[in-house]
């Protein structure tokens, strides 16, 4: 008798062996390679789950980063350090980990606070340590209040308290800089630097708002007073606002007349420089007015002496009479002076140009063809396009004596085709990498396929033992009706073989139409036949 080895109730190592050595080299390695790819995709998932894929902080300084890194090493949470100063820990556990930094004060982006002077013990330092770690302290505070503005990731700032030197009645003015970093893709723009020299220049004592220099990493200078760069600047901002103004009103004025996506403006604006100033003086003779009116009158009478008589002998004697107007002449004069001020009217006139005003504006409009009866595009008439640049002109303030030019075409426009792939929810699960989602779907394709190679082949092997049993059968009925009649087995031996043909037809159409039901009554018959 057959030896049989059983591990327990239903498990049969000679049926396993059996079945083992039915299945051949071949399908054995194939369950192999299943097992095998089934328990890649187990531990790969397992890993993930537990990998640092969840993004705990990005943009961190390197300082800040490697803080925040020994921290997590010490609390026993698997961390991965990337760069851009970017920290990755398990996904569900970012949540809990950023309130427990935040409560011991990381990441400390900003430097240091108030808290410095916490640390410090007044008895062991000087005025000057003090006054250092008082200014360190006020520098810290405001670059963490500049960091919570929105676009802002970083921030430092540099004050410089002069003191009074000897002899000197009055100290110089304070002074600060400040350096700002944004998040990729954001740039801080005028209004915000304005903010920030208001701020700083509010918290530091006799710090002047224009005393206040505010900076980018690059270098480019986003407020400041007294430089050309600055200026420059401020110009720029002002010729863009503007250009973007006049393109959305003509936006604004067009698309509800042609369509949404059917008009395309451009405009460009030339700008003051420098600062200009004229002025004019203007006399007006016609319009005289008596302010004032001076006479003088002037009289001289006047006697020539050459008439007088000569001194004689003659005259000195008694009862003798001398002629004393002989050849004497008089005269007199009259001058009269009259003196009229008259004021004139005049007109001054002074004209002051500020950087930044409006010199030129250019203007282009290309709008989309229009449609005939056949839907077909068709160029705008001349007519309609002269009606637009009309409203164009009108909306963008249009000025000849200026030189402004505005241009209105139609050309065609190309479709309009998506770029890209619409984005797709993240999974709140296990986020896999691109190579563990590969390896897994190798792993299910590779075990799909053997598992239906596995299945066709058993199939048809279940489907010829089930034709053969069929078969044995009906001989074994045609036996013994033999033995019981031959005539009447002679007689009907036809309509067996007839019916036994139909029901080896209707056998194979019943296991092709239900393989799942005709497996396990085979598999019956099979556990029946099995000797004990």
């Not at 921030?155 to 002074?175: G, M, N, Q, W, Y």
């Not at 008009?263 to 002025?279: L, M």
């Not at 282009?364 to 008439?381: F, L, S, Y």
Request: hydrophobic residues 45%.
């Amino acid at each position: 008798m057959q030896q049989v080895r059983t591990l327990g109730p239903g498990f049969d190592l000679g049926g396993l062996g059996a079945t083992l050595r039915r299945l051949g080299p071949a399908k054995i390695g194939a369950l192999v390679a299943v097992g095998l790819a089934a328990l890649i995709a187990v531990t790969l998932v397992a890993r993930s789950a537990n990998a640092p894929d969840g993004l705990l902080y990005a943009g961190l300084e390197a300082a800040d980063a490697g803080r925040i890194a020994a921290r997590l090493e010490e609390l026993k949470v698997p961390v991965q350090a990337r760069g851009d100063g970017a920290i990755f820990v398990p996904a569900d556990q970012v949540a809990r980990l950023r309130m427990q930094l935040a409560a011991e004060g990381l990441p400390r982006q900003g430097g240091v606070g108030y808290e410095l002077l916490d640390q410090a013990s007044p008895m062991q330092m000087t005025s000057f340590m003090q006054r250092v770690q008082r200014l360190r302290a006020l520098e810290g505070e405001l670059a963490r209040t500049i960091i919570t503005m929105q676009g802002v990731r970083t921030a430092r700032v540099h004050i410089v308290l002069p003191e009074r030197e000897s002899f000197s009645r009055d100290a110089p003015p304070p002074t600060a800089s400040i350096t700002v970093t944004t998040h990729a893709g954001q740039r801080l723009g005028a209004a915000q630097a304005a903010a920030i020299r208001l701020l700083v220049a509010g918290a530091v004592p006799r710090l002047r708002q224009e005393d206040v220099s505010v900076v980018d990493p690059s270098g480019i200078v986003l407020a400041a007073d007294g430089g050309p760069g600055a200026m420059a600047g401020r110009i720029g901002e002002i010729r863009m606002a503007q250009e973007q103004a006049l393109q959305k009103a003509v936006l604004d004025l067009l698309e509800p007349i042609l369509g949404r996506g059917r008009v395309r403006a451009v405009a460009s604006i030339e700008v003051e420089g420098a600062r200009t100033v004229a002025r004019e003086e203007t006399y007006d003779p016609l319009g005289q007015v008596e302010r004032g009116r001076q006479t003088q009158t002037e009289q001289e009478n006047s006697e020539d002496g050459r008439g007088q008589a000569p001194v004689t002998v003659g005259q000195n004697l008694p009862n003798q009479q001398v002629n004393n107007n002989a050849n004497r002449s008089t005269s007199s004069s009259q001058r009269r002076n009259e003196t009229v001020n008259f004021e004139i009217s005049s007109k001054v006139e002074e004209t002051v140009r500020e950087p930044g005003a409006v010199k030129r504006v250019s203007v282009a409009v290309v709008v989309g063809e229009a449609t005939d009866a056949e839907g077909k595009p068709v160029p705008r008439p001349k007519e309609e396009l002269d009606r637009l640049a009309a409203l164009v002109r009108s909306a963008v303030g249009f000025s000849e004596k200026r030189g402004d030019i505005v241009t209105v075409e139609t050309l065609h426009f190309l479709p309009e085709e998506g770029l890209g792939t619409l984005a797709s929810a993240e999974a709140d699960g296990v986020r896999l990498s691109g190579l563990q989602l590969a390896m897994i779907g190798g792993g299910l394709v590779l075990s799909a396929g053997a598992a239906s190679l596995l299945f066709r082949r058993r199939q048809r092997r279940l489907v010829a033992e089930a034709a053969a049993a069929a078969t044995a059968a009906a001989a074994a009925a045609a036996a013994a009706a033999q033995a019981d009649s031959m005539d009447d087995a002679i007689a009907t031996v036809g309509q067996d073989i007839q019916i036994r043909l139909s029901s080896l037809s209707a056998l194979q159409e019943i296991i092709d139409q239900r393989p799942d039901e005709a497996l396990a009554v085979v598999r019956a018959w099979i556990e029946e036949g099995t000797p004990a």
